[in-house]
């Protein structure tokens, strides 16, 4: 029971730090050769998480298909990750033709994700560095700011569950063995 209740909040953690390890990445990215404004980032954050978000998917596939892993859990996360396509995609589509920056359709945008996750991850060192000390967002930036805070609690706390009921299993197995 316990090995099943940890599945689906490691599956969770997974979910959320497909967000939380991509932003910083992502806003570098979105601003490397000028500020573009809040819908680039958003854009770009958005498209860099669908990317990490379809690997998050294939892995909770493969945890329901271990018995690991309950069918809501996929469904649910597979509804986020359409949000987070529609959401990117559509703050793309309110910045074309700025700059000449957009993927032209739905499938580019997707494939950029992917591409956008890698490149994220890329730059997480060295952007985390600027975003802690306040460096890497400009003013119209702290929608996300508050975002990925509250994502970095979340994931956390949930982390710390994780963590709560790994030990406390442990200790039940340590007890059922001392005769």
Do not use: C, H
Not at 11 to 22: C, E, P, Q, S
Not at 25 to 41: H, L, Q, R, T, V
Not at 96 to 124: C, H, K, R
Request: no cysteine; hydrophobic share 55%; charged share 15%.
């Amino acid at each position: 029971m316990i090995g099943r209740t940890m599945g689906w909040k490691r599956y969770w953690l997974l979910v959320v730090l497909a967000f939380v390890v991509t932003q910083p990445g992502s806003i570098a990215f979105a601003n490397w050769d000028a500020p573009y404004g809040f819908y680039k980032d958003l854009s770009v954050w958005l498209g860099s998480s669908a990317g990490g978000l379809l690997l998050v998917l294939a892995y909770g596939l493969y945890e329901w298909g271990r018995k690991k892993l309950g069918s809501a859990n996929l469904i649910l996360s597979a509804v986020v990750l359409v949000l987070t396509v529609v959401v990117g995609y559509s703050a793309e589509l309110a910045i074309d033709g700025e700059m000449g920056y957009g993927s032209g359709n739905f499938v580019s945008f997707v494939i950029g994700g992917i591409i956008g996750f890698v490149l994220s991850l890329m730059l997480l060192p060295s952007s985390l560095v600027y975003a802690l000390i306040g460096k890497l967002y400009y003013p119209y930036d702290r929608p996300l700011v508050i975002a990925w805070l509250v994502l970095i609690a979340v994931a956390v706390l949930l982390g710390a569950s994780l963590l709560v009921e790994r030990r406390k299993e442990k200790l039940r197995e340590s007890e059922s063995r001392v005769p």
